[in-house]
């Protein structure tokens, strides 16, 4: 559905996208996770076609995003990273234009601003961020369009209209929506998304699937002891220990769900203070992913 | 061809300086016109005070020529000035140099506006992210412009052939009609260029800069080309080197003066500035279609 090939855009001093390559199916939420200025929103301005490749291709349903773009965005909905609302129009007025542009109908607005709890008839410079930003998304879904371009679509959310806003992205990939969006908040991705891509500095590092994580059978746990010398004896013991730490007397242990019986009786033995499982997440990933690289660096 | 949508978005995002714009250039008229027709009244002098100037000078066989030469005058500005109409000299200067300038805010404000000011601060993005075509958009601006200032010199062409017939009747009305056209036609090609720059540039800074310093060099360099310029020469009050800034200034192309004297120079300039913006407004137009929008 959407497709992106060798597409570079240099904008010199090491900004920009460099050879990036990825693809999202159609019905497939797909996450983009970076930190800032990695290159998310040069990709998504491409696929857009706010601005043209330097090299490579991005296209939509077949079509070309930079010479077809009036035809690809009669399906697509977009919701930009910064939020600057057009001036001299309230909420209302807003909504009315993107209407009128996106030849959206009044039902599905009217849900969309039920489910954000939004009253747009209010002046956009007095809006607070979250307002704005609500006011954008309903802009995004209100023509109900097959593809979404979402650009950092919770940020300046509370916390509550995070979650209705994620509760939005299942059900409209239910609905058989293809969505792409960006992120630097894992929960995002980590609820929502079908596959991912860490960018950093403009390249794509890696490609995962999310449900590998979410059905993963290998937990870490970690036990601090009373007494060093169940401390050192436990080192001993043949179980797979990742990490220890010798002042604090603790250890960390990875374990397939299929050896946790065995885990349990051989901790039995020790007297121990406390032990708890660290869930392995996404974000463990990405962050041992980038460390691991700015170690090679 | 245009995009209803979008246009009644710039409609409301530009009516509020459109209506000053035009009210304060029709404000100017009155004042202007109201000052002209007193001038007319007040002129009329009394031929009984020249007369003992005159016999004295015949008495002494000297002319007011001689008087002229010996003080450094060229005799010459007496014939420019005994056929001088007051009215006249005052339109001459008051269209290009006074009402002129509200149409010059007016565009370098507006034009900036259009696009600049939008993909600065990102709010073009929402309309990028529609369907609308970029070539819409951009004729869609154009359009607005244009029909603006078409608007805004019918109101003031309306409120000046109206106080020209209650209360200075010292220009006919074709003259009058020219002479707002003229205004019309140099606004228009000023407003090609801000439209232009407004395409060219993603930020409104610079977008501003070129367009406001246009204007602004357009403007002092007519001023400053009044003293070079025929009529102030004929009066005896011109610097020639000045002439210098007439050529540097596009409002030399709104020629007052061959409107008022009945040559026909003004027509061939009326068309280059139509060609001027005829060039401006494809360039800004095409540009905006080609070139990448960081929104």
């Known amino acids: ?297 | 061809m245009i995009s209803i949508p979008l246009l009644k978005q710039t409609i409301k995002s530009n009516w509020g300086l459109w209506l000053v714009a035009t009210l304060t250039v029709s404000l100017l008229y009155i004042v202007i016109k109201f000052a002209v027709g007193s001038i007319a009244v007040s002129s009329e002098t009394d031929p009984n005070i020249l007369v003992p100037y005159i016999i004295a000078l015949e008495t002494s066989g000297l002319t007011i020529e001689g008087l002229f030469i010996s003080i450094g005058i060229n005799p010459e500005i007496l014939t420019g000035l005994a056929t001088m109409d007051g009215n006249v000299l005052v339109s001459i200067i008051f269209y290009p140099v006074v009402a002129v300038l509200l149409p010059l805010v007016y565009v370098v404000i507006v034009g900036n506006k259009l696009f600049a000011s939008q993909i600065d601060n990102g709010s073009m993005a929402f309309i990028l992210s529609t369907p609308i075509k970029r070539s819409k958009i951009a004729i869609t601006q154009m359009v607005f412009l244009i029909a603006s200032l078409i608007a805004m010199f019918l109101v003031t062409s309306v409120v000046d052939v109206t106080l020209t017939l209650i209360i200075d009747n010292s220009l006919a009305v074709d003259k009058i009609l020219l002479l707002n056209l003229g205004l019309l036609l140099f606004s228009l090609a000023m407003g090609s260029l801000t439209y232009m720059f407004s395409s060219i540039f993603n930020y409104s800074k610079y977008s501003l800069s070129f367009g406001g310093g246009f204007a602004l060099l357009f403007f002092i360099s007519k001023i400053l080309g009044l003293f070079g310029s025929d009529l102030f020469m004929n009066m005896g009050v011109g610097i020639e080197p000045m002439d210098f800034f007439n050529k540097i200034t596009m409002i030399s192309l709104y020629n007052t003066e061959s409107i008022l004297d009945n040559s026909t120079d003004y027509i061939m300039q009326f068309i280059a500035l139509i060609v001027i913006s005829s060039i401006c407004y494809s360039v800004g137009a095409i540009w905006l279609t080609k070139k990448d929008i960081p929104v």
Request: aromatic letters at 10%; a negative charge.
């Open chain 1, 1 to 297: 559905m959407i497709k992106v090939q060798n597409l570079t855009k240099d904008f010199g001093f090491g900004r920009g996208v460099f050879d990036i390559s990825f693809e999202v199916e159609k019905g497939e939420v797909y996450g983009f996770l970076g930190p800032n200025g990695a290159g998310k929103t040069t990709t998504m301005r491409m696929l857009m076609g706010f601005s043209q490749p330097d090299s490579g291709e991005a296209t939509i349903d077949g079509k070309n995003c930079w010479n077809e773009y009036s035809e690809i965005l009669e399906d697509v909905g977009y919701l930009p990273g910064e939020i600057s609302l057009p001036d001299a129009l309230n909420g209302l007025e807003f909504i009315e234009m993107m209407k009128n542009l996106k030849h959206a109908d009044d039902k599905r607005i009217n849900y969309l601003l039920d489910l954000f709890e939004l009253d747009p008839n209010q002046n956009t410079k007095r809006m607070s961020i979250g307002d704005k930003r609500k006011l954008a998304i309903v802009s995004a879904f209100m023509a109900d369009s097959k593809i979404l371009i979402l650009d950092e679509p919770t940020s300046g959310l509370d916390p509550l209209m995070q979650s209705k806003f994620i509760e939005l992205i299942k059900s409209e990939k239910k609905r058989g929506k293809t969505i792409l969006l960006s992120t630097h908040i894992f929960q995002e991705i980590d609820n929502s998304c079908d596959r991912l891509s860490i960018i950093k500095d403009g390249k794509i590092v890696t490609t995962i699937e999310t449900k590998e994580f979410r059905n993963n059978e290998n937990k870490v746990f970690q036990v601090e002891f009373l007494h060093d010398e169940d401390f050192e004896l436990f080192l001993t013991s043949k179980l797979d220990i990742v990490h220890s730490n010798k002042k604090k007397r603790k250890i960390k242990i990875a374990i397939n769900d299929k050896e946790i019986n065995h885990f349990v009786s051989v901790v039995s033995k020790y007297k121990i203070k406390y032990f708890s499982e660290s869930k392995y997440t996404l974000e463990d990933y990405f962050l041992s992913y980038y460390r691991a690289r700015e170690d090679t660096q």
